[in-house]
């Protein structure tokens, strides 16, 4: 039913009339602040509620939003259309029930909701976007699903955790379709920047089920470790500290070649060829160092631009190994010597040096000597600190703390493969602090 101006400004006068403002004034005189924001909180939450519902039922009866929803069918090809019953859930978790049109005949291949409203507002399960925002954001920032519906119900928004799963794992898939945008703001460019990019591996379980039977409750699964890299793509300032003016990105999956093409995908819409120059960080994993040049240099960044960095902290470590092989009497002096022949990445002192303490030891055979010849190009500090660059891949070692393992390495705590990867997304989407640019591009890339 439509309201006449007159109407609706009773009706306005009606709900305002329902504060209850005597209450909260004897709240606050009795020293009772907490139950004065409480019942306060609440009323505000009903009187939003009330609104939307008044609005949403207006609306849905209007001729003008019956013209709308046929020009959209129309452009999707819709047809058949009749009145039927819809629903929404609105931000504080209730669910409005109004008049939609409905297409009883869709396309072949059509898989969205047949419900014109729904495709209008851009709406997914029936829910709008900022409760599926709120739910999912929740969601990968919380522990678990759990955790995350207890706060929404403490701060009076309706939830279940089936609910809340749902719409994570549907927006995730969103994400997931746009991965290589749908954080990155319009127009943003690594032109002429500072660009620092590193990638590690994190740690979850899969839960991979053996044999096909009617109801996964009596399947048996196997539990394996499987290692999601992450790869941060961020930028420096002329001090050589992580620039704030610009956020960083972090993406991950979990085969080599597929993070590679994704962060190649990344790198091309930000116009890494036009950046001032290119440091990449890594530990000494080959299948880094093998693609992450040639990549860079596909992307037409100039060779001269690229430096190629092997995280010092990793170096050290492998440093530790080799001088357990060094004779006892000498490892304290030796190490010491190492330590700064490793800082100026001067090889060949350390080669003459573990000759002096491993008697008779053939450089060329030995194995934890090798990890320092494949990388001798990557681990000239000394050149790194005067020109104000990071040694080490402090930013992705955190990411993947952050990111992954405070999430997703959980005792007890099994994922699918597919889903567990959009979940990771968007987590790194919210710690990056990018999660209101990732809201406003899937507005933009929703029909």
Request: with cysteine.
């Amino acid at each position: 039913m439509q309201l006449s101006p007159s109407r609706l400004k009773i009706v306005k006068t009606e709900l305002i009339e329902q504060f209850d403002f005597e209450k909260w004034l004897k709240d606050l005189l009795a020293g009772d602040f907490y139950e004065f924001e409480q019942s306060l909180y609440e009323q505000l939450m009903n009187f939003y509620d009330q609104i939307c519902e008044l609005l949403i039922r207006q609306v849905s009866q209007s001729k003008f939003f019956e013209i709308r929803q046929r020009a959209k069918a129309k452009e999707l090809g819709l047809k058949k259309l009749s009145i039927r019953k819809a629903e929404i859930q609105l931000r504080t978790g209730k669910k409005v029930t109004y008049d939609s049109l409905y297409s009883k005949k869709v396309p072949k291949g059509y898989d969205c909701t047949r419900h014109l409203s729904h495709i209008h507002w851009k709406t997914d399960q029936k829910s709008g976007l900022a409760y599926q925002s709120l739910s999912c954001l929740l969601s990968v920032v919380c522990p678990s699903f759990a955790l995350s519906k207890q706060v929404l119900n403490h701060l009076k928004i309706q939830a279940n955790f089936d609910r809340i799963r749902s719409l994570s794992l549907s927006m995730g898939q969103c994400c997931k379709k746009e991965r290589s945008r749908i954080q990155l703001q319009a127009g943003e460019s690594l032109c002429g920047k500072r660009v620092l990019i590193s990638i590690d591996g994190g740690r979850t379980r899969m839960r991979a089920y053996k044999e096909q039977k009617a109801s996964k409750r009596e399947q048996k699964y196997e539990t394996p470790w499987r290692e999601p890299k992450l790869f941060v793509i961020s930028t420096i300032d002329e001090k050589g500290k992580a620039n704030t003016q610009t956020l960083p990105i972090y993406d991950s999956s979990f085969g080599d070649e597929q993070t590679f093409e994704l962060l190649e995908s990344y790198l091309k819409h930000l116009e890494i060829d036009k950046a001032k120059d290119v440091q990449f960080v890594a530990d000494g994993a080959l299948w880094i160092w093998q693609r992450a040049k040639p990549m860079l240099m596909r992307l037409g960044v100039s060779p001269d631009k690229i430096i190629e960095t092997l995280d010092y902290y990793h170096a050290m470590e492998h440093l530790e190994e080799l001088v357990l092989y060094v004779e006892k009497e000498q490892k304290e002096s030796i190490f010491k010597k190492l330590k700064q022949a490793l800082w100026k990445g001067d090889l060949n002192k350390i080669k003459g040096l573990l000759k002096k303490g491993i008697p008779g030891v053939n450089l060329e055979e030995f194995t934890p000597y090798k990890y320092f010849e494949k990388n001798k190009n990557r681990i000239d500090y000394q050149f790194l600190r005067a020109n104000k660059r990071p040694c080490g891949s402090g930013i992705v070692e955190s990411g993947i703390r952050r990111i992954i393992n405070l999430r997703f390495k959980c005792p007890s705590s099994f994922w699918y493969p597919e889903n567990v990867e959009k979940l990771i997304l968007m987590r790194a989407i919210a710690l990056s602090g990018r999660w209101e640019i990732m809201i406003q591009n899937l507005l933009n890339f929703r029909n």
